[in-house]
């Protein structure tokens, strides 16, 4: 069966430092992979689509890279704020753009 | 752009009766809308597909008739749960596919419903 993880429940980081959270999956082929933000009581904010033949995409301070040969998309925040403080999660999906959710990571960037 | 909203943000209700949450795109036409449910500290998980003039496509384990999913047009869909029990109890969100002119797999997610059954 799909399977979709991401590395560690939570990730400690100082401020100012990049954030680097792992998304890795099996039993899928996906031609999309999207990462998205959630705080606390709230939906899932949209960040950022990659397709499966693009190895990187950017938008600000965030940059997503997808290695469909590893099955592996790594998410980076630079110069990370307390404000960037969330959890984040990874979702995958094919071309009927039904989404599959990862664990997601409790990201935790403190002064 | 690319605003969905829900109402209610929070809901009790007591076992046996049904609640409905609407989910509205506001800014643009949403032909597909999802719902999903999640339990504290899990991620989400899809109950079902809501297609503008088609019935609902279900995922497997989900009972279709105790969830009613309408998408009677192309800025609302509503989800009933019929006879709420306690184990019904989460946090309901719902997602639109905004395509602007061209095809678009991002999804904009509704700030959720809170759910509590008594």
């Known amino acids: 069966s799909q399977k979709i993880e991401q590395n560690s429940e939570a990730l400690n980081i100082q401020e100012g430092k990049t954030a680097t959270l792992t998304c890795n999956y099996t039993n899928y082929s996906p031609a999309y992979l999207q990462w998205y933000r959630q705080d606390p009581g709230r939906g899932p904010v949209f960040l950022l689509l990659?397709?499966?033949?693009?190895k990187e995409k950017r938008k600000e301070r965030l940059k997503v890279t997808f290695d469909t040969t590893l099955k592996q998309s790594l998410f980076h925040i630079t110069a990370s704020q307390p404000a960037d403080s969330a959890t984040y999660l990874c979702a995958l999906s094919g071309t009927a753009s039904k989404l599959t959710f990862g664990t997601g990571t409790r990201l935790q960037v403190t002064l | 752009g690319a605003v969905v909203s829900q109402h209610p943000s929070w809901v009790i209700c007591k076992s046996g009766t049904s609640v409905k949450i609407e989910c509205r795109s506001l800014?643009?036409?949403?032909?597909?809308m999802f719902w999903y449910r999640q339990f504290p500290k899990q991620s989400l998980m899809l109950m079902a597909t809501s297609n503008e003039g088609s019935k609902a496509t279900y995922e497997q384990g989900v009972e279709k008739d105790k969830f009613l999913i309408n998408h009677a047009s192309l800025t609302l869909s509503t989800l009933t749960v019929t006879s709420a029990h306690p184990e019904d109890s989460s946090f309901y969100i719902c997602s639109a596919r905004a395509v602007f002119g061209r095809v678009s797999y991002e999804q904009y997610f509704g700030p959720g419903t809170r759910l509590t059954v008594t």
């Open positions: 990659i397709r499966e033949n693009e």
């Open positions: 800014d643009f036409q949403a032909t597909t």
